[in-house]
């Protein structure tokens, strides 16, 4: 056969052949498969992905009945005391600050140290800043692997009927969320162990070591789980990656030459499966071919917005240049849509909601099937890790089978069989269409309207950050993004301190905000700090372990009101207030020589003959200033240290300024510690009234504290 796309070192990285082929389509499907496949392995599992969450529960459309626990971690638990020989290995990206709130508190503690001593941890950090681990791999005695859009992680799991209701499709506080498609591919043969050794490869980048693959066995004993008949047998698979530059490694970006290459070969149709959509090469080249080939037409199948705080504010304009350019080119032959789903309610009402797009797919014709974990966006063609499976169709039934595959996609996403979707295609030829009428049981393909870009400079920073097509250069970064400061009309060029001073301001800024904005404030909860120190109390060195959690909180711009509230409810009201004390004042004075240290002169630039008046008028009334700002925080703890180091105001006064206008509040907070907490979880309104009265009190001493100091500062001549 003459391969037209699949090219070895080109736009693909090697193609293997494979006995079997299968297509999982949503969670059910895929976790069911892998639950049945670790339950036959003897030897090996590596599960690598961009998550892995111990809560996962590992189930196809039913709750199993193998006698197993439901949850990952303690099925793999199990797993490994029945077969002591077997060497589970779970390496997940070392994930960045911007995700935690939509990952496991704590991965380590619940995938490692909890973990039999067969099972192996590793967060993968060794990509460069700005780039993920994106790659989702599970690999079987070396011998049956998966590769696609899915992660063994929380609110993935779904089935093909996406219901607007089901009582299975929740996260682990109970909460349910909206139907999710995803899509898996199942391979063995030499593809399996091909992919075996990319793992084995990303286990040791991360851990260190050479890959060692198995020994073949014979497939017929292999780990293929009963009950998943392949669409694809005897047949070859080109495995495509993207591998950003690191650490003198040359950037791999096969991933990017195949959509490329496989969208130039189109001649009627491409079906697209696709989270994110913004890589103008892509968009570009679909373009290029719907002018070159009038037939062609192209059906891009999407979410309707993006969930996530980041994905809102990042990927929509990208997707809006995206399908512009698509648009113009195709005009009525190109689709963007996504899955609707209604039901019709007893009060005569309907209810709607939409399926959330994951999958990575794309099919091309009836001659070429793609399945992975890389997104159309700039960042998975060369910043990200990505791995992804290709079959280039070589006979009538790998041809057959491609068409299978995308009837049964879209016939899920409009509710009807794929032979209903294969009639209609053989009807009338059009898959524009058929996506455009097909409807049944209320699924059906509505029209994505993203309204109109945000042409802020904030969302074009966002999105130069959140989707670059390379690894992120810090120091290019900052210098395109804090190059110049406005002030009172007169643009300022911030260089050498100036720059650190205006960085370090920037992200007090950013981490105050997502704090209190984002998914990260369910950490910001007094409990969860507490859980930190509750190790150290009773112990000689706990006094250092808070100073050093109020060092790394004011660092990261925490809130300094919930350490305070964590650290009395630890350690009582009397050594809480005595270490919280402490810590506010490590995190205060640190904060301070930091802007003493790099700010006091970009100030004096910035400000010229007003910074020795400025400078002359603190001095005077430093004290003042500072237990004014303790007393009515105008901005958060960590900027006002750092402020105040780059201005005039003299230690002494910074240190009494603050002692004075926090300690009432101190007070009242490590005395009411235990209370706040109860609270925050449990309000009943007893304790909130009480609550209420220690905060009024606390304001009240703030305010007569800042009187007696104005008055004597009054008097200061």
Same mark, same amino acid.
């Given at each position: ?48 992905? &961009? ?79 700005? #780039? ?21 992680? !929380? ?64 497939? #017929? ?83 309707? #917005? ?141 029209? !994505? ?16 950050? @959140? ?25 300022? &060029? ?9 960085? @370090? ?29 509750? @190790? ?37 009201? &009397? ?35 007003? &910074? ?63 209370? !706040? ?10 304790? !909130? ?29």
């Amino acid at each position: 056969m003459t391969r037209r796309i699949l090219k070895p070192g080109r736009t693909v990285w090697r193609i293997e052949h494979a006995g079997r082929a299968a297509v999982l389509v949503d969670g059910a499907a895929f976790f069911a498969a892998v639950r049945a496949a670790f339950l036959k392995a003897r030897r090996s599992i590596f599960i690598v992905g &961009w998550d892995i969450d111990s809560r996962t529960e590992l189930q196809g459309d039913d709750p199993p009945d193998d006698g197993h626990p439901v949850n990952l971690a303690a099925f793999l638990t199990d797993l490994v005391k029945q077969r002591p020989d077997l060497q589970i290995h779970l390496l997940l990206w070392d994930y960045s600050l911007l995700y935690a709130h939509e990952r496991e508190p704590l991965p380590r503690l619940s995938l490692q140290w909890q973990m039999p001593p067969q099972v192996t941890f590793c967060l993968d950090s060794t990509v460069p800043f700005g #780039s993920s681990q994106h790659q989702k791999l599970v690999i079987v005695d070396d011998a049956l692997a998966f590769s696609g859009g899915l992660d063994l992680t !929380i609110r993935r799991w779904d089935t093909r009927r996406h219901e607007i209701d089901n009582a299975l499709r929740v996260d682990p506080a109970g909460e349910p969320y909206r139907p999710f498609h995803d899509i898996q591919m199942m391979v063995d043969g030499a593809a399996a162990r091909a992919l075996a050794l990319l793992a084995r490869q990303r286990w040791c980048h991360a851990k260190g070591g050479e890959p060692a693959i198995e020994p073949a066995g014979n497939p #017929s004993d292999g780990p293929w789980p009963d009950g998943f008949p392949p669409e694809f047998t005897d047949l070859e698979i080109g495995i495509a990656r993207t591998q950003p530059r690191y650490n003198g490694e040359e950037g791999i970006y096969e991933v990017e030459a195949l959509f490329l290459e496989s969208i130039g070969h189109a001649e009627r149709s491409i079906y697209i499966e696709n989270q994110f959509a913004t890589s103008p090469r892509i968009a570009v080249r679909l373009a290029r071919q719907l002018a070159r080939r009038p037939a062609l037409e192209v059906v891009i199948v999407a979410p309707r #917005s993006h969930d996530s705080f980041l994905e809102r504010r990042t990927m929509r304009n990208g997707r809006i240049r995206f399908w512009r350019t698509v648009k113009e080119a195709g005009g009525d032959r190109v689709r963007l849509v996504y899955p609707s789903v209604e039901r019709p309610e007893a009060e005569g009402g309907v209810r709607t909601t939409h399926t959330m797009i994951h999958s990575k797919i794309m099919v091309i014709d009836d001659v070429f099937l793609r399945v992975g974990s890389a997104n159309m966006n700039n960042r998975s063609m060369g910043a990200d890790t990505e791995c992804d499976l290709i079959v280039e169709a070589g006979s009538a039934a790998e041809r057959a089978a491609i068409a299978r595959v995308r009837d049964r996609l879209l016939g899920e996403h409009c509710g009807v069989p794929p032979e209903e979707v294969a009639a209609a295609l053989a009807a009338h030829g059009s898959l524009v269409r058929a996506a455009d009428t097909l409807s049944a049981g209320g699924h059906r393909l509505r029209p !994505i309207d993203d309204g109109v870009p945000d042409r802020s400079p904030l969302a074009a920073l966002a999105e130069r950050i @959140a989707d670059p097509p390379r690894p992120l250069r810090l120091g290019r970064l900052l210098g395109r993004v804090l190059p110049r400061l406005v002030l009172h009309g007169r643009q300022v &060029w911030l260089r050498g301190p100036g720059l650190v001073l205006g960085l @370090a301001a920037l992200l007090v800024v950013a981490l105050t905000l997502a704090w209190q904005f984002t998914g990260l404030s369910g950490l910001a909860d007094p409990a969860e700090v507490g859980g930190l120190l509750e @190790a150290s109390r009773g112990a000689p060195w706990a006094v250092l372990v808070v100073m050093a959690v109020f060092l790394v909180g004011g660092a990261a711009a925490f809130p300094v009101t919930v350490m305070i509230v964590a650290t009395a409810a630890v350690f009582g009201p &009397w050594w809480g207030m005595l270490y919280a004390a402490l810590g506010v004042a490590a995190s205060a004075l640190a904060m301070y020589g930091l802007g003493a240290r790099f700010g006091q002169e970009a100030l004096a630039g910035l400000l010229g003959a007003r &910074w020795e008046r400025l400078q002359a008028s603190l001095r005077r009334r430093g004290l003042l200033a500072m237990v004014a700002v303790r007393v009515v925080p105008v901005a958060p703890f960590t900027l006002v240290n750092l402020a105040a180091g780059a201005s005039p105001i003299r230690l002494a006064d910074f240190v009494l300024g603050t002692l004075i206008g926090m300690g009432p509040g101190l007070a009242v907070l490590c005395l009411m510690g235990d209370r !706040i907490v109860r609270v925050f979880h449990h309000p009943v309104p007893g304790e !909130i009234a009480l609550l209420a009265l220690s905060v009024a009190v606390w304001i009240g001493l703030s305010f007569a504290a800042q009187a007696v100091v104005a008055r004597l500062g009054g008097r200061t001549p």
